[in-house]
């Protein structure tokens, strides 16, 4: 912390941009730009640029009330003996605090699961590659990019890298849902075709992403793609720490939080820790999510913010800001980043929990020098993996909505944004007699909604959605459409 | 007693701080004595955290005024925002300066309780970009580099170990380093419209490199200097002829070295791709909004022309946010390049709000943050 101001990374992605918040006499947060930051030279995007409304600040609560963290605490230990515990926390934290956690899991005798289980699903010498990307830096030197995100909506700060390359005469085609003002190409084609259309080389890089809701079988194939034309490979990530706390919860259970969620319903899970985690917010269908956990014997949120499920938990124990922790976060390509926050009161908590469970004892800094020890060396990168592993079964290809979610850290955090309205084509808007400023309704088993539009080049069909919306079941979903 | 208009040479008196500070301390000074005489009630000052990065803090504390930094080019912020609803004293760059000036002009600074100590600037550099220069063209790990200094056209870094290395600015810009863009066009070297004008150049003899040559501006600039000689904090003499002539000289190298760069750097536009010329860059916008965010001339706060107009479900190539902006910028657009800096996709917004308020400004010889008794040409109200 430097007087009032604390240097921190921004919790929107993995992408590690850097950036200072500002606590004024009043305790009101303002945004201001870390400009040496390496990822990110101080800019910020639209999420970043809102960090103020993110950090609500989360409230130590025991059965509904509010209570002291130490009670909370307690409470916690009282319904952690002895009880089947799984455990969930997908890295919205610091290396440290994810590494307290895990202890807490060890003491419990179960794991931590990332809720990323598409990695569970892939060979173990994939995983790295999945894991650490190639630098960002390497994506402007790149001479054909082959866009798989929309950049402009889900990862901001690739833009200006992919417009640097661009710069130099990289090529770049875009493979997503829509028209990209970027890319030389824009393309629509069968998937089997990416590996003979794509015109990628071992000069080339492949920028895709991974999520607790992607599905497996298209990493599989983006990894086919890449091992065939020996192109480099990124997938972004949603979480700050998405990649340090893969790499200190590998080799474990990474259960998706699909899989957890459906262990809730079938009954097979009665007791679920989350920290920094929150299910409601990171299921495409907030309604269902929040209907499964209602089934829960025991939810114990460890939290830094007042998320939706720390009102259905039956005990919070409330953390510092993320910008006021002491700690690191591991970025996309693998680059060590630390907070200047000097606040260990979530590792304190931990510790305790720990220390009631009959676990160990934990102080930062020895975490700290573990986190050093287990995923890096002090500010040396991680080197890219290159895939050694065979080609991959992609496995039964899953049929798709026409309502599709174009994730971005709004929608991973259910932050209001301007973004109250789908995407589509102009022949839906000819075809359904849509008006210019009217709504669209959508309709799928989970109800009706009515939305305004936004015309877009992108294929016929398709609708994008930039905001969750309460007829989506799953990140694509079948609906019917009409004017209203 | 000084006078407006009197050009000295002085330092600070404490030896800690003379030494410490750029140039013989005596911002540092005159800025730790307005806080320890009640000349103001908060110092705006730059918290150093290393060679290239410094954090602006607000403080009441003199010693931390008298900790705070000496110049670093390579931390390229505008702090006019910082004095808003404040007493206080602040170091400024010359387009700091603008930027309080016209935050004055829209009601949102207070001039009689904002002392401005401006500091001659040959421009500042990304941090960035300057770590990647000094591996790639000076041979210097940024992590031994412990200050800095432009003088003679040259950036000089010096190293932990003593040396020191100057290359021309000129060879730096030519291999894609050195100045920011915006920078590089700049003509205003010399903040003639602070309260004091402050800086190296014209400092020769003896106290070359320990000392700073101040040009009073005005009667603010008077009590800021008598104040603090009352408190004993700095020591100022005459500048001699010769030290104001090459102050003078200086200055008219590095204004017509951005002259000419001006030429360079803005393209003629044929009048069939005006609006291509605008449109293309801005359709990669992102929309986050921080070209405003940061904007120090800014003043309209959330709620304003150029975001109530503008809706993302709009799908225009470019948005009316930035239509507004352009339009709203182009007689307070004060070219400091901030806007830019922050632009996530890399847009040249600087650039392209010069493009279009600098034939603009220059038509109406009207030059933004010069004096607060300046109406802009395009003000729509005046309140008296």
């Known amino acids: 912390m430097i007087g009032n101001v604390y240097q921190t990374v921004c919790p ?21 730009f870390m400009k040496s930051s390496p990822a990110n030279l101080g800019k910020l995007c ?39 515990v799984t455990m969930l926390g997908v890295g919205n934290t610091t290396n440290e605090e994810s590494l307290a956690f895990s202890k807490v899991a060890d003491a419990l005798g179960t794991v931590v699961n990332t809720g990323m289980g598409v990695y569970s699903e892939l060979p173990t010498e994939c995983h790295p590659t999945v894991g650490v990307g190639i630098t960002l830096d390497e994506i402007e030197s790149a001479n054909r990019i082959a866009l798989f995100v929309d950049p402009y909506i889900q990862y901001p700060l690739l833009v200006r890298r992919i417009l640097a390359a661009k710069k130099i005469g990289a ?17 629509y084609i069968d998937p089997d075709l990416y590996e003979s259309e794509l015109g990628l080389d071992s000069e080339s890089v492949i920028i895709a992403d991974v999520h607790p809701n992607t599905d497996p079988g298209w990493v599989k194939r983006m ?15 949603p979480f700050v720490n998405a990649t340090g706390v893969d790499l200190l919860c590998k080799g474990t259970g990474q259960k998706g939080i699909s899989e957890i969620m459906d262990g809730i319903n079938e009954g097979s899970i009665k007791t679920l820790v989350t920290l920094n985690s929150d299910p409601i917010e990171l299921m495409p269908d907030s309604d269902a999510a929040a209907a499964t956990l209602t089934k829960l014997d025991n939810l114990i949120v460890i939290s830094s913010r007042d998320g939706p499920v720390n009102k259905m938990a039956d005990i919070v124990i409330a953390t510092e800001p993320l910008y006021a922790k002491a700690g690191s976060f591991m970025n996309v390509e693998g680059l060590l980043l630390n907070n200047s926050g000097e606040s260990t009161t979530g590792i304190d908590s931990m510790s305790t929990l720990s220390q009631n469970l009959g676990g160990e004892a934990m102080d930062y800094q020895n975490l700290h020098n573990n986190v050093l020890e287990s995923i890096v060396q002090k500010y040396t990168k991680p080197k890219y993996k290159e895939l050694t592993c065979e080609v991959l079964d992609i496995g039964p290809v899953e049929e798709k909505g026409n309502l599709i979610y174009l994730y971005n850290p709004f929608m991973w955090f259910d932050q209001s944004d301007d973004n109250d309205f789908v995407m589509v084509n102009m022949n839906m808007v000819n075809k359904l007699g849509l008006s210019k400023g009217g709504m669209i309704a959508l309709t799928s088993d989970a109800g009706t909604v009515n939305m305004r539009y936004r015309v877009e080049d992108m294929p016929d069909g398709l609708i994008l959605t930039a905001k ?10 079948i609906v019917s459409t009409e004017a209203v | 007693m000084v006078n407006v208009g009197d050009m000295l040479v002085g330092y600070a008196t404490n030896e800690d701080v003379r030494k410490r500070g750029a140039s013989g301390g005596l911002v540092t000074a005159v800025l730790a004595a307005a806080l320890e005489k009640g000349l103001v009630e908060n110092v705006v000052v730059m918290k150093h955290i290393n060679e290239f990065e410094a954090v602006p803090i607000i403080t009441d504390d003199v010693d931390e005024v008298l900790a705070s930094t000496g110049s670093l080019h390579s931390v390229p912020v505008n702090l006019a925002k910082y004095a808003m609803g404040r007493k206080v004293a602040m170091p400024a760059k010359p387009c700091d300066t603008q930027a309080v000036i016209e935050q004055a002009k829209r009601g949102m600074i207070d001039l009689d309780n904002t002392y401005v100590v401006g500091l001659n600037c040959g421009g500042s550099m990304h941090p960035v970009t300057t770590k990647k220069m000094l591996v790639e063209m000076y041979d210097i790990d940024p992590e031994d580099v412990v200050g800095e200094d432009i003088e003679k056209g040259k950036l000089i870094f010096k190293t932990k170990n003593g040396e020191e290395k100057a290359i021309a600015i000129d060879e730096l810009e030519e291999a894609g380093f050195g100045r920011r863009e915006s920078c590089r066009y700049c003509t205003l070297k010399i903040p003639v419209n602070a309260d004091l004008a402050c800086g190296n150049w014209g400092v020769i003899g003896d106290k070359a490199g320990s000392a700073t040559f101040c040009q009073v501006m005005n009667d603010k600039g008077v009590k800021l200097l008598d104040n603090a000689i009352e408190a004993g904090r700095i020591e100022v003499e005459p500048a001699s002829d010769k030290a104001i002539a090459i102050r003078a000289k200086v200055n008219d190298v590095m204004v017509n070295l951005g002259n000419t760069l001006e030429k360079e750097i803005f393209p003629e536009i044929p009048d069939e791709e005006r609006m291509q010329y605008y449109m293309e860059p801005m359709a990669d916008c992102i929309d986050c909004g921080a070209c405003k965010e940061v904007c120090p001339v800014c003043a309209c706060g959330e709620d304003s022309k150029c975001t109530m107009f503008h809706s993302l479900v709009d799908n225009y190539k470019m948005s009316m946010y930035h239509m507004v902006r352009l339009l709203h910028l182009s007689d307070s657009c004060i070219a400091c390049g901030q806007c830019s800096d922050v632009c996530p996709s890399d847009i040249p917004i600087t650039l392209l709000q010069s493009s279009f308020a600098i034939p603009s400004q220059r038509k109406r010889e009207y030059t933004p943050g010069m004096n607060v008794d300046d109406v802009p040409p395009f003000f729509e109200v005046i309140l008296k």
Request: overall charge neutral; charged content about 30%; proline content about 1%.
């Open chain 1, 171 to 187: 090529s770049v085609v875009s493979v997503g849902w829509k028209d990209l003002h970027l890319a030389d190409e824009n393309r």
């Open chain 1, 223 to 237: 990894l086919n793609l890449a091992l065939k034309t020996q192109a480099k490979i990124l997938f972004m990530k």
């Open chain 1, 12 to 32: 929107g992605c993995n992408m590690g941009c850097g950036l200072y918040i500002r606590e004024d006499e009043e305790g009101a947060l303002a945004v201001d």
């Open chain 1, 46 to 84: 639209r999420f970043g640029m809102k960090l103020a409304h993110h950090y609500s600040k989360a409230t130590s609560m025991v059965d509904g009330k509010e209570a002291s963290v130490e009670d909370a605490v307690k409470a916690a230990s009282d319904k952690l003996k002895g009880a089947d």
């Open chain 1, 468 to 477: 969750k919306l309460p007829v989506a079941t799953e990140w694509t979903t």
